[in-house]
């Protein structure tokens, strides 16, 4: 049951985006076609959880018996650098129009403080390594389900004439992405 409960929570209630506003770069740039944003949130999805796995494991079996738990943030950015070095090498690889359309926001992944983020609340939550990999791998979920609501609203009102010049191009995304975000919350009560 807790299992079940962490996914809910991590894809829907506790948004990595919309609730606890990590990865707002990527989500903002690259989230302007379907097909970038579900390329990114798939992206995203394997790195989180891979990250989460191997950070786990490194910090529950070298870290702690170290005594260097207190280098858990840089030990987890070079894991993060190192996957997502991986994944772009993979993508240039197999998807090469993938990996051309994801352009500059591909390194993102590896600044995207959502990954870091979710790394470092798996630790600080006290999850063991199933947990941790059941909660990246949701967090991304709920990544990918964020940036892909949001790229199909951006294509809608893309050409949309109904919007006043003054809300056109970044004021109507902001705002888009505050109401995503209210209804969210919404689901706040949906586990207790």
């Known amino acids: 049951m807790n299992i079940v409960l962490i996914m809910i929570s991590a894809s829907l209630i506790n948004n990595v985006i919309l609730s606890q506003f990590l990865g707002i770069c990527p989500f903002l740039g690259v989230s302007k076609k379907v097909s970038t944003a579900a390329g990114m949130g798939g992206a995203v999805i394997f790195v989180m959880t891979i990250a989460s796995a191997v950070t786990s494991v490194v910090y529950y079996y070298v870290l702690v018996p170290l005594n260097l738990d207190y280098l858990n943030t840089i030990v987890f950015i070079l894991v993060i650098a190192a996957l ?22 591909l390194p993102l992944i590896t600044t995207n403080c959502a990954v870091l983020g979710i790394a470092i609340k798996n630790v600080q939550d006290g999850l063991n390594i199933l947990e941790s990999v059941i909660n990246g791998m949701f967090s991304a979920v ?27 191009g970044a004021p109507i995304v902001l705002l888009t992405a505050g109401l995503m975000s209210i209804a969210f919350m919404g689901l706040q009560g949906l586990i207790r």
Do not use: H, T
């Not at 709920?142 to 919007?163: C, P, S, V």
């Open 142 to 168: 709920g990544f990918a389900i964020a940036i892909i609501i949001m790229a199909g609203i951006r294509e809608k009102i893309e050409n949309n004439d109904q919007i006043p010049e003054s809300f056109k």
């Open 84 to 105: 997502v070095q991986f994944v772009e090498m993979f993508l240039k690889k197999a998807m090469p129009g993938l990996y051309s359309a994801l352009g500059v926001y």
